[in-house]
Each structure stands twice: as C-alpha cells, then as structure tokens.
C-alpha cells in the first residue's frame, strides 16, 4: 500500500510538472574557417603624425551632408546579407542567408537586424563622445560618412574604410572587415590637425526600439546578456525597465578588461565585443520616451589625441545564430569570456552538464545528419552512460516490492508504538541487505540529467526547421496530425475551439508508451488504484500533443529504452541469497529459474 501510494504521488508530480511546462515553455554545421583580422591595440603608444589625404573644408563637410538621404554601403558574405547605413554609421540591415522564417521554399530570410522607424528595430551603431570639457564636433546620426576609395560593398575579401571630417581638421575613421560568417572586426581611429589636444570615448551602441513578442521563459533567457570581468548577466527587460529612473536612465553598468554584451533573443545574437586589451564599461539603458533597450560600450579612459597625432581602438560586432560550436571558436580566437554562454545553458550547477549534452547533440547531428535520429541517438548514449544508476534502482525497487509484505505486518503489529515499528523495519531491511532510498538516489541523480537533455533540446538552434520522416517537416513545432479531424481530412481545426482538442500521431505513440511502462510498474497495484492510474496516459497525451514533435519524438523514444530497460534488468539482475529465501516463489515468477540459488 505504501509503495502505491508513492507511485501515485510520482505519477501526479509528473503531470504537474508537464502541465506546468506547458505553459511556461513557448511553443546547420559549418566548418568555421580562419578567425577575422586581430582587434588592433586599445590606444597606440607612440603618437607619431601620420600621413594621409587631405581633410575636406568647413563647407565641403557640410554640403555633403545637407541632402539628408540614406546612402548604404552593401554587405556580403556567404552566411549574411544586408547593407551599413552611412548616415549615422550604423548597422541596420542584415539578413541570415541560411536561416528562412518558416520551413517555405519562398520564405522571407530572417531579419536580425533593421533599421530605425520600421517594424522591429535593432541596429549596432558606431560613433565618439566627447571628453570632459572637450568642444570637439563628433559625427552623429545625421553625419554622412565617406567610402575610402569609392567601394560598394564590404565582404570577406573586400575590407572597407569610412571617414568623416568634422570641418575643423579633425577626421574619423573606421575600419571594418567582415569575416565569412557572422562577425565583423572594427577600428575606430581619430586624426587630429586641429592645433589642439582632443579628448574623445569612442562608442559601440546595440539598440533595440521595440519590446519582442517574446520575452523568454523557464527554460530559454531573452533580453540583454554580458560577460565582464568573466562574470556572466543576464538582465531581462522587465529588470532594465523597472531601473529606468537611474541617472541617465542607466539601469546597470560594469567594469572589465575586455567582455563582451548585447542582446540574444533564443536562436539569434547581436553583441559587441571589447578588445581583451582594452579597460571599457558596459552601460545597459532604457529610454522610456522612445522604448528603446541599449547596451553601450566605451573605454574607461578618453582618446587624448595631440595635434598631429592618430589613435584608435578596436572591437568586434557579432550578428548572427547562436551556433554553439561557432560561439567557442570566436571565443577562443578572439578572446571573448565565455562567448558561448549567450545561449542560455541555465545555472552554472546545470551548466556543466548541458554544454556537453548541447555539443554532442550537435555533433551527432553533424555525422547523422538528420536531427531526429541525433536525438534519438543521444537518448540511446544517455541511457548506457545511466545503466548502472537504472539497474541499482530497480534492484532497490525489487527488494522493496518483496518484503513489502513482512513491512506491512510489523506496521500493523506495532502501529502504536511508533518507535518499535521503525527499529523493526529497519531491522529487517538490514538483514535483507536493503538501502530504502536505494531507489530514489539513482532517480535524483538521474533527474537533472534528463532535465538538461530536454532544455537543451528546447534551445538548440539545429532543432528549428528540421525534417524528421514523413509528416515531421519541422521538429521545433507540435505534430500537425489531429485525431479530432481526421487527421486532415476535415477542413477544421479542432484547437480553434478548444486548445486541448489536440491528437496527434506522435501523441498517441506516447500514450501508449506511457501505457506500457505504467502497465509494467502497477504489478504490485491494487486493482482500484490500477483502474485510476489507467486515465494518466491519456493526461499525458491530451497535455503533450501540442509540444514540439522533437519533445514528443524524445519522450517516446526514452520510454521505449526505459521499458526494454527495465525488462531486461528484471530478467538478468540476480539479488542477494537472503532475499531469496524470503521471496523465492515470487523472484522465480519475476526473475527467471536461473536466479534461484
């Protein structure tokens, strides 16, 4: 009776938590090649005059900004498409030209970043600030910037450098080299000829003009996300709101020596990254009168650049998929902490293990080159990595289930006398060589396991859009196949009315499974509790048929490894001699002639 009280215990547990996942979770490999130029120094040592074309006058700066019209300079690598608006400096058009918005041949490319006033704004801005009591003009939004030598696109082969004179012999200057995936190395620098010393922060902003539709979850981080002094924040909207009042209506800033920040949205990236030389603070803002979210990176110390000098610093910007193996490489070319922590592996104590389940999942996905049977096989990987912790479980359960009996006669006999009852029991499990949480041990150590296994599966960018067989188009979203029309055969959706009123193929595989592991687990039942027990498959399908197909895929596929499991431990497991005396007849019934002593 115990024992069964425990299993129903379990059982509602598990549909809680499923419940609750529901509503709390929203419903390709490369090689990378060699790493983009190294970031140039933080501040050049020697301030020796350099030697360059002449400024342009007062009047020549002037007329070439007056028309107020965009002017773009296109961007091309094999992996991203768009153009750097040369009004203002800024990177406001980029297209991911392997990523569409939906598994349609003809589907609209995903648009990470875009410019300002349209429908979803993002955008990476360059540009200077003044030092402290500095009078220097610096270019701003409106400011027009020049193509060094009349190119037309910036692409891997094809560095490009911007200038901009301010009218008063001081010219800025920027650098950029795209690399072939989704990065792209910058240098700002300053040429003074003013006559004068100058003092100016060079400035890399990522503003994002809009609130997304959505704004993560339990199980996936969306919002701005750092890494400073090694230490990783991640700073929701509602957080950076709700300390908008600040001063400057800075909600939170660090200090660090490199880092880097920005903002991730669950597959996709924008963010900046410091030269690892470089002191810089990260500010992070809201501006409520516009509804704009920044992450702003300046030096901690302002260029000072003497009359006929030139300095520079450099950075990186990165606008693209979240690819974890992409990610570490970046990292470790160039010097970005923890790079791969944008995507968000949870906790630093279940860190440590989705990292590795993360990447070996993409790896087999890389070698298999279905996702599906990656996944499939992870789970099988899993399962003979956990085999020991299973197999000593359910012997901790099969002791369990045989001196229930004699447990629940000395229950009886001594039920008034508690302290008795409890020595005699424990008593009996000692001569019967029994650990009473042998069995829970191995499942809590299980537990986080699986728990990793499925956020990672949640996050991994190698789900979105991927065929499994048949109907499975894509293994990100719920099974399209409903019961309740025929399975496409009535022109109607059954979920428009009522969102539970949703049966698919998959859900019903996973029913069944649910069924049989149950079925092999309520042996011991009584019958009144087994005919209650009976309707949790079909909680189970009702709750997660409208998961993603490559949940439902896992799910099943896990219960079928668990029931063969199982079945196969119970048959080869041979237990202590004691027990057997105990419970011989039934061990034989269970366990096979082959076990008796």
């Not at 019209?69 to 009004?87: C, T």
């Not at 939906?102 to 648009?111: E, F, G, K, M």
């Not at 990065?183 to 300053?190: A, S």
């Not at 992870?378 to 197999?391: D, E, G, R």
Request: aromatic fraction near 10%; hydrophobic fraction near 40%; include cysteine.
């Amino acid at each position: 009776m115990e024992s069964s009280k425990r299993f129903i215990l379990a059982f509602g547990l598990s549909a809680l938590i499923l419940i609750g996942f529901n509503f709390l979770v929203p419903q390709k490999a490369h090689k990378p090649e060699a790493a983009p130029p190294p970031a140039p120094a933080s501040v050049v040592a020697n301030q020796s005059p350099a030697v360059t074309t002449p400024m342009a006058s007062p009047a020549v700066a002037e007329a070439a900004q007056d028309d107020h019209k965009e002017h773009r300079l296109a961007v091309r690598s094999p992996d991203v498409q768009g153009s750097f608006n040369l009004r203002g400096a800024r990177l406001d058009d980029l297209e991911l030209t392997r990523y569409r918005e939906t598994i349609a041949h003809d589907s609209p490319l995903v648009r990470l970043l875009d410019k300002a006033g349209s429908k979803m704004p993002t955008y990476l801005v360059l540009g200077w600030q003044n030092g402290e009591g500095d009078k220097t003009r610096v270019p701003d939004e409106q400011s027009l910037w020049q193509v060094d030598g009349g190119q037309e696109a910036l692409t891997p082969e094809q560095p490009v450098t911007l200038y901009w004179d301010n009218g008063a012999n001081v010219r800025f200057i920027i650098h950029l080299a795209q690399d072939r995936h989704y990065m792209v190395t910058v240098r700002q620098e300053v040429e003074n000829h003013s006559g004068q010393p100058v003092s100016l922060y060079p400035f890399q902003r990522i503003q994002r003009d809009y609130l997304p539709q959505n704004t993560g979850s339990l199980t996936e981080f969306e919002g701005l996300v750092s890494v400073m002094e090694n230490d990783l924040t991640r700073n929701g909207y509602k957080d950076i709101r709700g300390d908008a009042g600040k001063p400057n209506h800075v909600s939170w800033e660090a200090t660090s020596k490199g880092g880097w920040g920005g903002i991730t949205d669950k597959y996709w990236l924008a963010a900046i990254g410091a030269d690892s030389a470089l002191p810089v603070r990260l500010q992070e803002s809201y501006l409520p009168q516009s509804g704009s979210y920044r992450a702003t990176f300046t030096p901690q110390e302002p260029m000072v650049i003497q009359d006929g000098a030139r300095l520079g610093q450099g950075s990186y910007l990165f606008a693209g998929a979240k690819e974890p193996g992409l990610l570490r490489y970046y990292g470790r070319k160039l010097g970005l902490p923890r790079f791969d922590d944008s995507i968000d592996f949870g906790w630093s104590a279940f860190s440590y293990l989705n990292k590795p389940i993360l990447f070996v999942l993409h790896w087999l996905y890389i070698h298999i080159g279905n996702f599906g049977l990656a996944l499939m096989a992870l789970t099988l990987l899993v399962k003979i990595v956990l085999f020991p912790l299973a197999s000593k479980a359910a012997q901790s359960s099969a002791r369990m289930r045989l001196v229930a009996p004699k447990v629940t006669e000395i229950r009886q006999k001594y039920k008034d006398d508690p302290v008795t009852m409890n020595q005699k029991v424990m008593a009996l499990y000692k001569e019967e060589q029994i650990n009473p949480v042998g069995g829970c041990l191995p499942m809590l150590i299980q537990a986080p396991i699986f728990f990793c296994l499925y956020k990672m599966l949640n996050l991994s960018i190698d789900e979105r859009h991927a065929p499994f067989f048949g109907w499975i188009k894509d293994l990100s979203v719920p099974d399209p196949t409903n019961l309740f029309n025929l399975f496409g055969l009535l022109p109607f959706d059954p979920t428009h009315i009522f969102s539970f009123l949703h049966l698919s193929v998959w859900g019903a595989a996973l029913g069944i499974t649910f069924w049989l592991l149950q079925k092999h687990s309520m042996i011991q039942m009584d019958p009144a509790q087994a005919r209650i027990m009976q309707f949790m498959p079909l909680v189970y399908v009702f709750v997660m048929s409208s998961f993603p197909a490559g949940l439902l895929v896992y799910y099943t596929w896990n219960n079928v490894l668990t029931f063969l499991q199982q079945h196969y431990i119970e048959r080869r497991t041979a237990l202590p001699v004691p027990l057997m005396k105990l419970g011989g007849r039934a061990l034989r019934k269970r366990f096979g002639k082959k076990n008796e002593p």
